[in-house]
């Protein structure tokens, strides 16, 4: 199985996750950088209102890869500026995608509704989502990250 795992990650907890994931599923990574640092409150609020990402302009084909992982860290109960923009951009027709998320304190069942809602938009078939809870140190990151793996090994939503 050829996975893709496609991110944004601002303070490196995503970035881990993503690290962790890439080991355990042997995937390719695509890292979005967003170059706006000069967000606003409504930008942060309305990630899929607001198009303020100003990110890097890989073609991305989606075609060789048999699932797409997409994860962000969650922003006031959303999706990032910068993997919405990216999703918009993405052919996604008939992909299986799993979405994730990344958050310290509330707000993921909302981001990866809004993350579904976009991801359906462009044609693909959300296949399963999960967060990480990076509120805490580097280890149960990692640990927390593997577990989830496994459980998607498990219930044969994902092989390696």
């Known amino acids: ?31 979005i950088a967003d170059f706006n ?17 100003i990110t890097n302009h890989y ?4 075609d060789y890869y048999d ?3 997409i994860g962000t860290p969650v922003w006031f109960g959303s999706i990032t500026p910068a993997i919405h923009k990216v999703i918009k951009d993405l052919d996604l027709k008939g992909k299986n995608v799993i979405l994730f998320n990344t958050m310290k304190i509330a707000g993921a069942d909302h981001a990866i509704k809004r993350a579904k809602k976009v991801v359906e938009k ?10 990480i809870n990076t509120n805490t140190n580097k280890n149960n990151i990692i640990q ?8 998607l090994k498990q219930k044969n939503i994902i092989t390696s």
Do not use: W
């Not at 927390?144 to 459980?151: L, M, P, Q």
């Open 59 to 62: 073609v991305i084909h989606t």
């Open 37 to 53: 640092i000069h967000k606003t409150l409504l930008e942060y609020m309305f990630p899929t209102v607001i198009d303020s990402a």
């Open 67 to 69: 699932t797409i992982f």
């Open 1 to 31: 199985m050829r996975n893709l795992i496609i991110y944004y990650s601002y303070s490196g907890k995503t970035c881990l996750v993503v690290n962790t994931m890439k080991k355990e599923l042997n995937s390719h990574v695509m890292d």
């Open 144 to 151: 927390s990250t593997i577990n989830t793996i496994n459980e």
């Open 122 to 131: 462009q044609g693909a078939n959300v296949i399963a989502a999960f967060t």
